[in-house]
């Protein structure tokens, strides 16, 4: 293999599509280069292009919402774990611009097919799905596969557009939640693998666009192939660092032993960060009972995904992909559930009707405490509501995911009940979003991350597990907000630029040196030669975009909150006991930091800086 | 040959993806899965996956003379399909090749395919990429056996693209 001779684009495919859905008209244009070496792709990217022509005030649901699909320049390139694909929309579960991506193996097939984005607008009359093979690009008539599951509609549309080319046919689609408008529905590559956060298979559905096919045969240009090649040897250095072994054997669930050790592991809506029944949800759990074999997404060499099956002595039955670590949460400890068959039934369930594991289990748990509280009664809901019913739990996911009875207002979100029931408080989020499985009381930086991400309490806009968990370079004490500030400030930004290349976060947040790494991939792939600075540039410029975008809609440091639990009620025994996040100090020190003004807006001056018009 | 454990297989094509590399045409390198000579394959339950990779037809009893492969059988070009008698490996001419396809349809294991009009199969890289990109280690560089062979064409049949 020789180098190629920087001949043409490399990394990105130079074109992307516009599809007004109300008038059925398709439209291609070159990627907007300019906007591309600044905000390079996916998450970056989308989040420009949202904020240049979305009218950002409108109904999250009406037809002047965006919903813009893309991949980065690095997605599929082998610049470690690049499988990714990226959604960005406005969220009708916060009201803000969100980012929500996945992997599995449609955005190979979307990226092949020679697209960097695809930009819907408008709304279909009656059920549609985009086809793409490569060029040929039309909209079709979804009704027959309207109220499919995700799963379904994956096998009945390979089969209906590519009878001969199934395995080289990818899909991406909403399940009946998103056509339900659930504002935690998601969108569901190949039928189980969810860009699931912040509602965007909502928008979705509320675009009447079912699903994307895509088939794809072309290549993506690689600037300095050699240099890619060292993906290689940094996926078998992740494998073989003392968290790797363990993340290669068990996959995310190996965090309920490693949180659930420090007390983070959130429990019974947050009150705890320990879940007693611990050892019956772990990865060992998982092992002894449902995990049928290993599975990667394309173009990853960590392999994190799990193909699992309920048993046949179970009283639930199905398989699939997962549970995850997040999902072991949010239907597990936090609803003090230790029925593993059950939390993988409701993983399984919101797999198929396309919805997300987190928000849905932080709005049961919202439920259960506010049933405990006597504000909503067995006779409104159909049934009781206790803490540790696992038939309770899975018959309300059913009920969210079809929209009936309670589930129609469960459907609405943890936030919107908690406060329909006058007790605001028991909403373990910010911005509307449900926390994923990091309890902040325990490690006080994820507070601050969780408070002042675009998009509430979502996990992938950073996470300082790597430092405050896993001592990643080195260890750092997670129960105080001593120099949280600026690792928060470093690991959002940083994640912003991981993110917009086009990848998966996870190697990142095993090394040592990411932004190191990734600029190397990044200007491999591209054929240029940005220093640290620049590309560390590039994410932060990503993240005060997005701050922009939600400033312009009136949010401001008010908006940077966290639950009453987290800053107020003492952690319980164990390791942090007695401990609360101190938000208000550390939100002083990082708005410093950030160059934005005491109420959380950035200033003209660093805006400027960025190049932030 | 390039020897497949379908246990190990993770499915996720990082063995595609370099020997497209290794395959790219015009000085430039692409990631590129339509002109890979091996390609994955999953069933219908997501629960096997088979990476369809040529494993050369081999004669089956030692001493016998070598039965032509399908894909030689079917191709309508002389001289185009060949097999080298030292080392068995079964290659496609790429300047005489005609696109036609029927080697393609002719392979009852799904291991020969269509690149930008040939039909392209493994031929056996000297340092195969695809066997040091394989993160599972499902993928091998190894002599093969006639229990191999017939366990591995098995699951080429069933486990198809």
Known sequence: ?613 | MIVFEQERCTYCHLCTLYCSYTFSKGGVVEARPSVARIRVAQNEDDTIYAAHVCFQCPVQEPGLPREAASCLKACPVENCITRNPLTNIVAINEETCIGCGKCVRACEYQAVFLADGKAVKCEVCDDPLCVKACAPKALSFAETDEAYIENIAQLYKEVRL
């Open chain 1, 1 to 613: 293999m020789s180098p190629s001779s920087h001949s043409g684009l490399c990394g990105w495919m130079g074109t992307i599509l516009r599809v007004n859905l109300t008038t059925g008209e398709i439209k291609r244009e070159p990627t907007p280069l300019d906007k591309a070496r600044m905000y390079i792709g996916a998450r970056g990217l989308g989040t420009k292009i949202l904020y240049d022509e979305l009218d950002i005030t409108c109904d999250p649901l009406s037809p002047e919402n965006m919903l813009i699909f893309l991949t980065g320049p690095l997605t599929l390139t082998l610049g470690l774990s690049s499988g990714r694909s990226t959604v960005i929309t406005k969220s009708p579960l916060t009201g803000t611009v969100c980012s929500s991506n996945a992997g599995g193996s449609f955005p190979a097939a979307f990226k092949t097919a020679g697209y960097d984005a695809i930009i819907f607008t408008g709304c279909a009359e009656k059920p549609v799905y985009l086809s793409i093979n490569d060029d040929n690009v039309a909209l079709k008539d979804a009704s027959a596969y309207w109220g499919m599951t995700t799963v379904e509609t994956d096998h009945a549309l390979k089969q209906t557009v590519n009878p001969k080319q199934c395995s080289e046919t990818k899909t991406s689609c909403i399940g009946p939640a998103g056509e339900n408008l659930v504002r935690f529905a998601g969108i569901a590559n190949d039928g189980h693998r969810l860009a699931a956060r912040s509602g965007v298979g909502a928008v979705m559905g509320s675009k009447n666009l079912k699903a994307i096919v895509a088939r794809g045969t072309k290549g993506i240009k690689i600037a300095e192939p050699e240099e890619l090649l060292r993906s290689n040897v940094m996926a078998d250095h992740i494998k073989t660092m003392e968290l790797g072994v363990v993340f290669e054997e068990f996959g995310t669930p190996l965090f309920v032993d490693v949180l659930g050790a420090v007390n983070a592991m959130p429990t019974q809506n947050f009150r705890a960060g320990f879940f007693e029944d611990g050892d019956l949800i772990s990865g060992g759990a998982m092992y002894d009972r449902v995990i049928v074999r290993k599975k990667g997404c394309v173009a990853c060499a960590l392999n994190c995904a799990r193909n699992t099956r309920l048993p046949s002595d179970s009283k639930f039955k199905g398989r699939g992909d997962g549970p995850e670590y997040e999902t072991l949460y949010s239907f597990g400890s936090n609803l003090l559930i230790n029925d593993l068959d059950a939390i993988t039934k409701m993983n399984y369930i919101c797999n198929e009707m396309g919805m997300d594991t987190i928000d849905a289990g932080v709005t049961l748990s919202a439920l259960m405490e506010l049933y405990e509280m006597g504000l909503v009664s067995a006779e409104e809901i159909g049934f009781p509501f206790e803490w540790r019913d696992a038939e309770a739990a899975v018959r309300m996911v059913e009920m969210i995911a079809h929209a009936e009875g309670f589930g129609v207002e469960a459907g609405k979100g943890g936030r919107y009940l908690a406060q329909k029931y006058g007790a605001p408080q028991v909403f373990m989020g910010s911005k509307g979003q449900g926390f994923s499985a990091y309890h902040p009381r325990a490690m006080v930086g994820q507070g601050l991350l969780f408070a002042t991400s675009p998009e509430g309490g979502n996990h992938t806009t950073g996470n300082t597990i790597q430092r405050e968990i896993n001592g990643i370079p080195s260890p750092m004490n997670p129960l105080t907000g001593e120099g949280k500030p600026a690792l928060v400030k470093k690991n959002q930004d940083e994640t912003a630029f991981i993110e917009a290349l086009g990848l998966c976060v996870f190697p990142y947040m095993f090394l040592e040196n990411g932004l190191e790494v990734f600029t190397e991939f990044y200007n491999a792939v591209v054929g240029e030669k940005y220093s640290l600075a620049e590309t560390y540039r590039m994410g932060e410029r990503i993240f005060n975009l997005e701050r922009m975008f939600n400033a312009r809609l009136g949010f401001t440091r008010k908006d940077d909150y966290l639950p009453p639990r987290l800053t107020d009620e003492p952690h319980p025994e164990g390791v942090g006991e007695g401990n609360v996040v101190p938000l208000q100090a550390m939100l002083d020190e990082y708005y410093e930091l950030r160059g934005w003004s005491a109420d959380g807006i950035p200033t003209a001056e660093k805006l400027s800086e960025l190049g932030i018009a």
